[in-house]
């Protein structure tokens, strides 16, 4: 019998269609069915260089508080002094903010503008480095997109970004400070062409500093809507410094916004752990990735702290850097050196899946031999709680007591409801004294979603 060229045409594309979903596993949702997104999240994880840097830091535009003042400022009517020992620029009053120098060289401790932040990130070997001052201060009033000193922090990164193997990268801090109308909270957001603000309203009137006029709601829907600066990489917005109940107990979400915010401070200056905040949020249906971060409000813990801020890009660019971000390619650790990649049924961590039950880890855990305290110890995968508690339980571990440069993990698990599965990491340092591991370990990853 001969089959027609139509139909034997039409018999090859479905095969080729049925490998390709043999291969892959899953159809994707969201603005994960991007093509490109696709074609990047199932790269083998040699593909994925491990990138740090910093994504929350303060210059002097946040004028009413940091390391250049002996207090923070709570009304304009009532300046606070300058730290006696920051070397003001000349012609610098603590009381008038637009007497601000926008001469780098004349910043020499404490504190700077943009220029001396990038420029110390670059001598402390810093991969990348983002400005985000807070917009509520009286620097960047009124709000638009033209204002002199939005326009600065810009251009600067735009400088910086001529520099080799180095990415400057510009956002804000949103900074909502009361609970009325949508919950208190505060946000970055990277990139992005236009800047708003929780103390003066964008459209419209601004009311007396610092009344609070933008809500969370009304930011969210603003994201939505948000541009990339020169429409070149990807506008990242994230939650900073989360409490367990902030962002009216994690409310407000939907399925746009719930792509578009994609990461989460769980640790600040190497700091305590905000891990109960962190399963909350996740278990709220937000889907957010951990990172470290300084918030530094002056230059010196760039030259004190390791970079905080650890994401798996292909490239050192600002358009891979925020891809990366925005996809959650990131993970967060208390340790100086690591690696950490791994991939969930062919897909990098950070990715959301559909329609398995059958999920093959493939786990890749790199510590140097200059560091034994970093050595891995247990590495946990955790999913969230079963009897559907404000929690998460241990799917399975594997326990290592060598000292191994590079630990690889394939486990296998059949689970029919979890909705993420993330890795918990001890390592030799995260154990006490009478052999017991901390709780929560000292590398915490991004989830994998399983689209459920």
């Known amino acids: 019998m001969k089959i027609g060229s139509k139909v034997l045409l039409c018999a090859i594309i479905l095969l ?5 979903f043999i291969f892959t596993g899953f159809a994707r949702k969201g603005e994960n069915c991007n093509s490109s ?9 040699s593909y994925f260089n491990i990138y740090r840097g910093n994504t929350h830091s303060h210059t002097i535009f946040t004028w009413t508080h940091g390391a250049h003042r ?7 009517s009532s300046p606070t002094e300058f730290h006696p020992d920051w070397n003001v620029p000349q012609g610098i009053d603590w009381r008038d903010y637009s007497t601000i120098s926008l001469n780098p060289e004349e910043y020499t401790n404490r504190q ?8 110390l990130a670059i001598e402390n070997g810093y991969d990348f480095y983002v400005v985000t001052d807070h917009t509520q201060e009286p620097s960047l009033q009124p709000v638009s997109k033209n204002n002199p000193v939005w326009q600065v922090m810009l251009r600067t990164a735009d400088e910086f970004n001529k520099y080799p193997d ?3 990268l510009a956002g804000f801090e949103y900074s909502r400070n009361t609970t009325a109308k949508g919950g208190r909270g505060h946000i970055n957001t990277i990139i992005s062409t236009e800047y708003v603000n929780a103390d003066h309203g964008q459209r419209g009137p601004a009311p007396p500093w610092p009344e609070a006029n933008w809500s969370i709601p009304q930011f969210y829907n603003w994201v939505k809507s948000a541009k990339p600066y ?3 990489g990807y506008v990242v917005t994230g939650f900073n410094h989360p409490q367990p109940d902030q962002f009216n107990d994690w409310d407000h979400i939907d399925d746009e916004i719930e792509n578009l915010i994609s990461t989460f401070e769980i640790h600040t200056r190497y700091n305590k752990i905000r891990w109960e905040a962190y399963i909350r949020a996740l278990n709220k249906g937000w889907k957010v990735s951990p990172i470290g971060v300084l918030d530094n409000h002056g230059i010196n813990e760039i030259i004190e702290l390791p970079p905080p801020t650890i994401v798996l890009a292909p490239e050192l660019t600002g358009e891979a850097i ?3 971000l925005r996809q959650r390619r990131t993970y967060a650790s208390w340790n100086e050196e690591g690696e950490l990649r791994y991939a969930v049924n062919g897909f990098i961590m950070g990715s959301t899946l559909d329609s398995t039950d059958i999920f093959n880890f493939h786990i890749e855990i790199k510590t140097p031999a200059t560091k034994p305290d970093e050595r891995v110890r247990r590495i946990r995968i955790l999913r969230n709680a079963l009897d559907g508690s404000d929690d998460v339980e241990v799917v399975t571990e594997i326990v290592s007591t060598g000292n191994k440069d590079k630990i690889v993990w394939d486990p296998v698990i059949e689970d029919h409801s979890a909705k993420y599965f993330l890795l918990q990491i001890h390592h030799a340092n995260d154990l006490t004294e009478n052999g017991d591991f901390n709780p929560h370990g000292s590398t915490i990853s991004s989830p994998v979603w399983t689209g459920r």
């Open 16 to 20: 080729v269609g049925l490998s390709s």
């Open 70 to 76: 002996v207090d923070g400022m709570t009304d304009l």
């Open 166 to 168: 180095f990415v400057a």
């Open 37 to 45: 997104v696709l074609k990047e999240q199932q790269q083998p994880l």
């Open 112 to 119: 700077g503008l943009p220029a001396n932040h990038y420029e």
């Open 322 to 324: 925020t891809r990366a």
């Open 230 to 232: 020169q429409s070149n």
